[in-house]
């Protein structure tokens, strides 16, 4: 788990007013997240500070000189980072052996920079690890600023005098830069820095996929999808054994905690709604149905109070859907944080890799390329719709959020399989329903219509209940109220 900040000014060095701002940042990265470490790297190698050191550290930034300061955040398991002073990220490694973290992957990625002598070398290199992260590397003048392909780990930057401004989370950048001033790094695309000059390298690697019909039956398929989902889920077990996944009741978190249980030594559900909710009711069948030990919680107006905030000054959203759903996720993370959990299972990336909207089952009529090529754009742009909401609502639960259905390997796999199998005249996903029914969930379960987190929570009739006792007429005036208190008069958390 971490987070990532860079100032990068070659020819005329880091403003006085821009070391300031980034007390910020390291505010607001370490209260009450698993943030334990902060190394910073600059023209004067400063070093590495704990999270108990932090008024040291903003006094030493006040104080920096030179052209450019990289900060990191890392947690109590990635100490090791300070092998290596040329780069920091915000990353996890994923291996046979299961989960690692930042040291391990900075380690991956200084062995490949000291053997590599492009840049694109390195870049095409770096999209070939089995790994989410973000990361900054320096030699010399030289900076390197990339992203995993899909974007599971986020980045932002802006421009400001003659300054490059990096940043894991959008809201640190207001502190230095308008907001429209703000834009995402795209997944594919990597910046240059090389002195004075800059630039964007476009497209390195494709998120673009062929299906093809090498397999004779439904059977063939399923067992293969089983060895690439066993070894999804392998990859990204932590140290400790210890994982909770989102349980919903429905398909994609009943198969994973059945994987979950064959690996992993302890395993815990997690489950939130209002009281009647149908995934709250679904979810303790389906845990009863396959032995899974689940915490839930059923939420009140106290619990709205706390999350809804909490959920904008996270995501920076006020859109009603969105704010919902993020709610909804930062009850639950925020569950599973309380009952000791660091590491938490979600089914994201589910409905991409096998064809499970709506409008995958509408477009079959037109033709099955229509559907294949859908599922490609929604996986290319799943980093802009649910990824940067799930990884910063993971990150301030106090969590690490980790996506198996995203698995580099098991996306490769998927995406290949020809999409008759996915879609049928009726029924969407239907590969993964008979492959679950495989692996023992019960065919209830299994062809359970999908309904979307903040309905099957009940948040958003919650909501809608919630802020009329708050004298809102709509949900939408409500979130942007306090989305306003938040960024545009200053009353942050």
């Keep these: 788990m971490g987070r990532i900040l860079g100032l990068i000014s070659p020819v005329n060095g880091i403003k006085n007013s821009f070391r300031k701002k980034i007390a910020y940042a390291i505010r607001l990265w370490i209260y009450k997240k698993n943030v334990s470490y902060i190394k910073v790297v600059a023209d004067n190698n400063i070093g590495f500070y704990r999270v108990e050191e932090k008024e040291e550290l903003i006094r030493d930034m006040k104080n920096i000189k030179g052209s450019y300061v990289l900060i990191g955040f890392y947690s109590k398991d990635e100490i090791g980072v300070s092998k290596f002073n040329n780069l920091v990220s915000d990353s996890l490694f994923f291996t ?94 990597a910046i240059i820095v090389d002195n004075d000059k800059m630039k964007f390298i476009k497209e390195i690697s494709e998120v673009n996929y062929k299906f093809y019909n090498e397999y004779k039956s439904e059977e063939e398929i399923i067992e293969s999808m089983h060895e690439f989902m066993i070894n999804a889920i392998k990859k990204r077990i932590p140290p400790n054994g210890k994982v909770t996944v989102l349980f919903s009741g429905g398909v994609d978190s009943t198969a994973m905690a059945i994987l979950l249980k064959k690996v992993a030594p302890q395993v815990y559900g997690i489950s939130v709604g209002f009281e009647g909710a ?32 909490n959920a904008i000054f996270a995501t920076e959203e006020f859109n009603p859907i969105r704010v919902s759903v993020a709610t909804t996720f930062y009850l639950a993370n925020t569950l599973a944080k309380n009952k000791g959990f660091d590491i938490v299972f979600s089914g994201t990336g589910s409905e991409e890799i096998f064809a499970g909207y709506q409008k995958y089952l509408e477009l079959r009529s037109i033709g099955l390329d229509f559907v294949h090529e859908a599922t490609i754009y929604g996986l290319r742009n799943i980093w802009i719709r649910d990824l940067y909401r799930d990884d910063t609502i993971a990150f301030h639960s106090g969590v690490v959020g980790v996506f198996p259905y995203l698995d580099k390997d098991l996306v490769d796999f998927s995406m290949k399989i020809h999409p008759k199998y996915k879609v049928s005249e009726s029924e969407k996903k239907v590969i993964f329903r008979k492959y679950a029914e495989w692996l023992g969930v019960p065919k209830e379960i299994a062809w359970r219509p999908k309904i979307a987190a903040q309905y099957g929570s009940g948040m958003v009739k919650g909501l809608r209940r919630y802020i009329r006792k708050k004298g809102y007429q709509h949900i939408i005036d409500m979130f942007y109220t306090t989305y306003k208190k938040i960024f545009k008069e200053g009353k942050l958390l």
């Design 96 to 189: 046979k052996d299961g989960l690692k973290y930042a040291p391990a992957f900075e380690e991956k990625i200084h062995e490949i920079f000291s053997q590599t002598n492009r840049f694109s070398d390195l870049l095409t290199e770096m999209d070939s690890l089995d790994s989410n992260f973000s990361v900054i590397i320096v030699d010399k003048r030289k900076f390197i600023i990339k992203r995993d392909k899909l974007g599971v780990k986020p980045l932002w930057f802006s421009f400001k005098d003659g300054h490059l401004i990096l940043s894991s989370e959008r809201k640190v950048l207001y502190k230095f830069v308008q907001s429209s001033n703000v834009s995402p790094l795209i997944p594919r695309d």
């Design 278 to 309: 149908k995934d709250l009711e679904f979810s303790l069948k389906a845990a009863e149905k396959i032995n899974l030990k689940l915490y839930h919680k059923i939420i009140t107006d106290e619990d709205l109070n706390l999350a809804i905030p």
